[in-house]
């Protein structure tokens, strides 16, 4: 965090754990397309964001093996899925994902959905694994309020993550989500800060470039996790950080109070 031009800036999270402001999402992603991203990554930290659903975590270990990439400046996400969480016990399913991934921990490990009726115990499963040090921190994605709530009230620990769909076209319900979210120390992650290829024609009539609104995220401290195939893309998306990139044109004159209002308006 002290050399934007080479490092992210990072986000403290948790207990003593800290996480880049902006990284890497990975879904649909082969070893080609990671391979294409990191050979010529530039920065000394890195977040790399998967899930087992993904089906790339291999992909992912083989293009870091052929990269001068250092895992112990490298953040890794995975998510247990849908179905692990249906078939397995949490330890099977980090397994699988640690031996994929050719590590012996990871970073933070996610429920990627409460939308089985279990998801407690599966919490109670990933606080222990983390005691046991196997991952370093635990969290969440996709999860309500309610069910949020929920895995508090009957272990009282709240994740130390929400990883869910943040974007300009946010509705009132996930604005208070994340509320909610900050006001218990959650750290929030934007999954598609962009809102996906479908919203694409839309961004023209915000007025907003995709730089300036993942600098708008970093304010409300947020961490994004855009996706590409491409690294010019990339680059763009880190450069939104940059000591080179000064200030003014992060943020037009008005600009900051304009993005504020699109949050604040539903508070």
Known sequence: MKDFNTRLPEFLFGSNG??????????SL??????????????????????????????????????SID??????????????????VARQALSESLERLETDYLDLYLIHSPRYDYFVDTWRQLIELQSEKLVRHIGVSNFTEENLQEIWDH????????????????????????????????????????GGAERKDEWCNLHITRQKYLFYLYKLNIVSIPSTKHYGHM?????????EVP????????????????????K
């Open 71 to 88: 895992r112990k400046n490298t953040f890794i996400t995975s998510k247990m899925s849908f179905a692990q969480q249906q078939s397995m």
């Open 18 to 27: 800290a996480i880049p402001c902006c990284g890497v999402g990975t879904f």
């Open 235 to 243: 680059l763009e998306n880190f450069n939104a950080f940059s000591n």
């Open 155 to 194: 272990t009282r620990r709240w994740p130390e993550v929400n990883q869910i769909a943040v974007n300009p076209f946010v509705n009132k319900e996930t604005v208070d989500l994340i509320r909610f979210c900050q006001e218990r120390n959650i750290l929030v992650e934007s999954a598609a800060p962009f």
């Open 247 to 266: 200030i003014k044109d992060k943020f037009s004159p008005g600009d900051e109070s304009r993005f504020m209002r699109h949050y604040d308006e539903h």
């Open 30 to 67: 082969n070893e080609k397309d990671l391979l294409n991203l990191f050979c010529r990554y530039r920065f000394s930290n890195m977040l790399l964001d998967t899930a087992a659903k993904y089906n790339n975590e291999k992909d992912i270990a083989a293009a870091l093996r052929s990269s």
